[in-house]
C-alpha cells in the first residue's frame, strides 16, 4: 500500500529529476567548454532516512546549483518544529522536502532559491497524525529588471490561482515579511511566495495540497529558466562582479541568521553539506559600502522593496 509518506517522496523526486534536465540544458547554452553535469552526493542520516544531493559546480551559467531531496524520521520533533507549533517533542516525525539553490555567474541573471516540503507527525498520546506542506520560492537580483520580477510573479500567481484565487496575495506578503533581513532593514530579493502550515480540511483535503505543491514544483523552471536565458549573455565585468559578490553576502547573512530550514537541517542532524550547499561558493563583505550616486547599485536599493509586481505602472526598477 501506498502511503502518503510514499507519494510525498516520490513527488520530490520526480520534481529534482525534472529540474535538474532543465539546468543542465540551461547550463549548457552558455560559454563555456562543454555542458556541465549534476554530480550526486547521497548521504544517510544516523538517526533515521537521509538524501539525496545533486550539486552543479563551476558551469558555464551557474557557478553553483544544488537541487536537494531529503526524507528524515525520527522518534523527536526537532526544536525548529516544536519552537513554533503545539506538538509533543517526543512524538515520531517524518519530513521530505525539495531544496533547490542557485547561484549564478554572470552578474546581471539573478540567483534564486525554492523549498517545497511535507512535515508528518505522529502524536502516540492521541493517537492521530497531524501533516501539512509548506515550501515557496523567491528570487534574488544583484541588479533589478521590473520585466524579470512581473515574470517570476505571474508564473507563481497562476499556479496559485489554481488551487485558490485568494492564495497568492497571501503567500506573496508572507514572502516579503519572511525574506526579509531586520540588521540591513532591507528584503533579500524581489520576493515570491511562501506558505507553510498548509493542512486543508475536509476527505479530500491532502490530495489538494499535494496536487497544489506538485503545481508549484511544475512551475520552477518555467518561473526562472527564461529570465536566465534573458540575461546569461550580458557582458559584464571587474565592478559587476564586485557588486554580487557584495550581495550574496547579504544571502549568506539571511541564511545563517534567519532561515528555518537551515535551522531545522542542522537540528535535525542533517547532511551539513547539503544543507550549507545554499550559501554562494564566493561572496564578500565591505565596510560601509555607498554606491555611486545615480548608478545601476544604487537603485538596487530602490528596487527591493515590497510591491505589487503584477499592477500596471509598477516603478522603481533598475531598468
Known sequence: MTTRRDQALALMLDAQAALIRALEECDGEGEGDGRSRFTAHDWERPGGGGGWARVLEGG????????????????????????????????????????????????????????????????AGAGQDVWWFGGGADMTPSYGFEEDARHLHRTLKDCCDAYDPDFYPRAKESCDAYFYLPHRQETR??????????????????D?????????????????????????????GERERRWQLLRRGRYVEFNLLHDRGTRFGLESRGNTEAILMSLPPTASWGFDLTPEPGSEEERLAEFLRPRDWLAAGTVGAAR
Do not use: K, Q
Not at 209 to 235: E, K, N, Q, S
Open 60 to 123: 558555464a551559467v551557474f557557478e553553483r546549483a544544488g537541487v536537494n531531496v531529503s526524507a528524515v524520521h525520527g522518534d523527536r520533533v526537532p526544536g525548529a518544529i516544536t519552537d513554533r507549533h503545539d506538538i509533543d517533542p517526543d512524538a515520531g516525525f517524518f519530513a521530505t522536502g525539495l531544496s533547490t539553490v542557485l547561484h549564478p555567474r554572470n552578474p546581471w541573471v539573478p540567483a534564486f532559491h525554492a523549498n517545497f516540503r511535507y512535515f508528518e507527525v505522529t502524536s
Open 189 to 206: 530579493g524581489v520576493g515570491g511566495i511562501f506558505f507553510d502550515h498548509l493542512s486543508p480540511g475536509g476527505p479530500d483535503g491532502w
Open 208 to 236: 489538494r495540497a499535494f496536487r497544489f505543491v506538485a503545481r508549484g514544483l511544475d512551475a520552477l523552471a518555467p518561473a526562472y529558466v527564461p529570465i536566465v536565458r534573458r540575461r546569461m549573455g550580458t557582458p559584464y
